[in-house]
């Protein structure tokens, strides 16, 4: 018989013979499964989390800051400022102005899901906002009319904040608020926002004719050099201006830190134990076939074939495993829809788990090596046992 | 004890059981030790905050500030016996990554109310009188290796100074705490400092972050809180008063699922682990049935044989569990915040090492005693029957 026949009928007869030790295989199973779960869910946090940022993204959009300001929370720009920037060459023109001076403050309000208040993100924005992001539509009720106390609320707010759906009144502080509208943009972090207009905004935060932060549209996704370089040349402007994607991605960063070096260490830890689990059960397994393996040595099938047939088989628990743990992550989480606090702009922003099938993908290739590792040892025990103590044995 | 050698050859028999059954223990028990760890980090000290004490925030969001002439009035209050407050600087040192959690404060009311930071009393006498200085966190000064005396220049975008110069500090002392779960990050330095700069700018000076007073009996505090708040309402900065504690905690549950979420599935999965272990341990003791068998015919009785399985399962548990606890805990301790900072309270409370080595015993116990039991019931002819 050449090797193949060999590994082939061997296999063949390990494989037949799972159902009698089902109890263990089936704890292999789970337990790889169980980590492949774990690693995804946490990837899917971590993926969720940068596809809403990075979905807010459009390259033609760009943000100016004041220079030495990382996030919109700390920068400011004054009212004469923020007319110089949006007069700068680069920028979109037709049908007026594209460029939009916002404010960005926090509102203490309470999450739907503890009642408790959490810092809910309020931009006060001008009518040119929605021209700076053309991604962004309302979808139900309207926009707000400018110079009112009236908010359209992003749709994710409006689903994890308390209370602000259309026609509901909020009170913050001092200031009395209609909500008149939801809008849309594209499950982008942008929906975790509260919006209004920056005009009625600025005396309740006593922010005079100051803003924070001028978002723009640029006339060509190509223009941003000249726009760049226009405000750099500008001595009465210290300002930094930045593409919005590459904005969300830099905010993103230290949760993204958080979530990956935490998660990563978890799933690491599991998959340490699951592997000594795999490597436990593959050993019984082993061992209770010495007697079945030793009669096949003696019958004159070679070492390979039996190493070949016990990897394959701690191969197939972990792909059953590594199947099951991507499926039921992907039921579980995919489309989860949570906030959390954004460090780096101090306050919530909602977004969806993402169970991407390049996720699964890499959960699977996890559980193989860990199979593979797991069944590795055992293998070569099996084909070490000397033939004949081995066929002594009970 | 004279049968402990048994013991410890019926576990070498199968070597690699053992091995592989201990690895899995202690890896569980490692991560238990990570889970608590992170969940302490994720409640932000919650456990730690005081009772007495009360913080009051501008109704609107902790981000605005309010007039620092409501100190006074604070003070006034029947029931307040002791009043400090604070304003946010977030200042970074040469580059926004390397930011350091600053806070203005008043230093000498900052740090009778937060007696968990220890000072020595020379560097806290040098701090008082210098107008400049600051007094920075033990965590904090081993990361960014700085000492007393350093110099250390600050920027700060909230408070930017004209012509965008940086804010000059000096370490006059570092503190250290005595108490598990005390943030030693952090960055305090005199109020009057940034008020001296800020008073320059149109309705800028006078203005205070939050507001911390302690209360003579915190069984009032919550009528106190609405007091408070009441004597304030209507004013153009209305504000927000309750226990440092529900502070804490609101502030925590707003990670919100995420930390739930992974401390939910890992914890899972560590009982899984020590699920297959325990298993593992049931399965090598039925596999010597009839050797117990043998065993009771020389002579070993019911309780002997129940207390030699026992502590076997035991042994593994505790070789296991005290491994893994003591890795985990020496990791924490010396290793510290894995993420470089961002999570300041990164400990393993005692409360919790307690509970792990319960957990360990729990193991062993658990995983023993029904194998246990059942080889003490063994009649010998059945024992030795079965193969």
């Known amino acids: 018989m050449n090797w193949i026949t060999q590994m082939l009928a061997v296999t063949g007869v390990t494989l037949r013979s799972i159902p009698q030790r089902l109890g263990s295989s089936i704890v292999a199973i789970i337990g790889i499964g169980g980590v492949v779960v774990v690693f995804t869910a946490v990837l899917s946090i971590a993926e969720g989390f940068r596809a809403a940022m990075r979905g807010t993204g459009d390259p033609q959009t760009v943000i100016v800051l004041r220079s030495g300001s990382d996030t919109e929370m700390t920068s400011g720009l004054g009212g004469e400022e923020t007319r110089l920037i949006s007069e700068k060459p680069g920028l979109e023109t037709s049908d007026g102005p594209h460029a939009s001076p916002e404010l960005f403050v926090i509102v203490g309000h309470p999450l739907q899901r503890s009642g408790t208040d959490a810092n809910v993100p309020l931009r006060g924005v001008t009518p040119a906002a929605l021209k700076a992001r053309p991604q962004i539509r309302i979808v139900e009720g309207r926009m707000f009319n400018t110079g009112t106390n009236e908010i359209v609320v992003g749709r994710s707010a409006s689903r994890q904040f308390a209370g602000l759906t259309v026609g509901s009144a909020v009170r913050w502080g001092t200031s009395n608020w209609v909500v008149v509208g939801i809008f849309d943009a594209n499950g982008s972090v942008a929906e975790s926002e509260i919006w209004c207009d920056a005009r009625v905004l600025q005396p309740a935060y006593n922010r005079g004719n100051s803003f924070q932060s001028v978002y723009a549209r640029l006339a060509s996704v190509d223009s941003f050099q000249t726009f760049k370089d226009a405000l750099t040349t500008d001595p009465r402007l210290q300002v930094t201006v930045i593409r919005e994607p590459d904005y969300y991605s830099q905010q993103s960063q230290v949760l993204q830190t958080v979530i990956r070096r935490v998660g990563f260490g978890i799933a690491g830890l599991m998959a340490l134990g699951a592997i000594f689990g795999a490597v436990n059960t593959m050993y019984s397994a082993v061992a209770n076939r010495t007697r079945e393996i030793a009669t096949l040595r003696a019958l004159g ?94 | ?200 700018l149109p309705g800028q000076g006078d203005q205070i972050g939050w507001y911390i007073f302690r209360v003579a009996d915190p069984s009032t505090s919550d009528l106190l809180a609405k007091r408070i708040d009441a004597m304030f309402a209507n004013s153009s900065a209305e504000t927000k008063t309750a226990t440092e504690k529900a502070f804490v905690s609101d502030f925590a549950k707003q990670i919100g699922d995420i930390g739930s979420i992974m401390i939910a599935i890992a914890g899972v999965v560590m009982f899984f682990i020590l699920f297959v272990a325990g298993n593992a341990m049931a399965q090598s003791v039925r596999e010597r049935i009839n050797e117990l068998g043998v065993l009771k015919t020389l002579g070993f009785n019911d309780g002997r044989i129940l207390a030699l399985v026992l502590l076997e399962s035991c042994t593994i548990a505790l070789l296991g569990g005290g491994i893994g606890l003591a890795l985990i805990w020496c990791l924490i301790t010396f290793g510290g915040d894995p993420t470089g900072g961002l999570l300041p309270i990164f400990h393993f409370p005692t409360r919790d090492v307690v509970f792990g080595v319960l957990l360990v015993f729990l193991l062993g116990f658990g995983t023993g005693l029904l194998p246990a039991l059942q080889a003490s019931r063994l009649k010998i002819v059945d024992a030795l029957r079965r193969t």
């Open chain 1, 301 to 394: 099938f070679g070492a390979s074939p039996v190493v070949a047939s016990v990897l394959f088989e701690a191969v197939l628990l972990s792909v059953v495993g590594g199947v099951m743990g991507g499926g039921l992550a992907w039921i579980g989480f995919d489309g989860f829809q949570t906030t959390t606090m954004n460090w780096q702009s101090f306050s919530q922003v909602a977004f969806a788990f993402r169970v991407t099938p390049d996720l699964l993908m890499r959960g699977l290739i996890f559980a193989v090596i860990m199979g593979l590792i797991g069944g590795f040892f055992p293998a070569v025990r099996a084909a070490r046992m000397p033939v004949v103590t081995a066929l002594r044995q009970l």
């Open chain 2, 1 to 200: 004890m004279k049968f402990l050698h048994l013991v410890w050859r019926n576990l070498l028999r199968r070597k690699v059981r053992t091995i592989m059954t201990v690895a899995s223990i202690l890896v569980a028990f490692v991560l238990f030790g990570a889970l608590m760890a992170i969940r302490a980090a994720f409640s932000m000290g919650v456990d730690i905050a005081g009772a007495d004490r009360l913080m009051m925030i501008h109704k609107v969001s902790i981000i605005q500030p309010m007039p620092a002439s409501y100190g006074e009035r604070i003070k006034a209050t029947e029931g307040v016996t002791a009043l400090t407050h604070a304003n946010w600087f977030g200042g970074f040192y040469q580059e926004p990554s390397n930011f350091v959690q600053s806070m203005a404060v008043d230093p000498p009311t900052w740090l009778e109310m937060y007696p968990e930071f220890e000072v020595p009393p020379d560097q806290r006498k040098t701090w008082f009188g210098d107008r400049t200085g600051a007094i920075i966190g033990a965590d904090l000064a081993k990361r960014m290796n700085w000492k007393i005396g350093d110099r250390v220049p600050l920027l700060a975008p909230i408070y930017q100074r004209a012509h965008d110069g940086p804010w000059e500090f000096t370490v006059d002392g570092i503190y250290d705490s005595t108490k598990q779960g005390v943030d030693k990050t952090q960055f305090f330095f005199h109020y009057d400092y940034l008020n001296e700069a800020m008073r320059k």
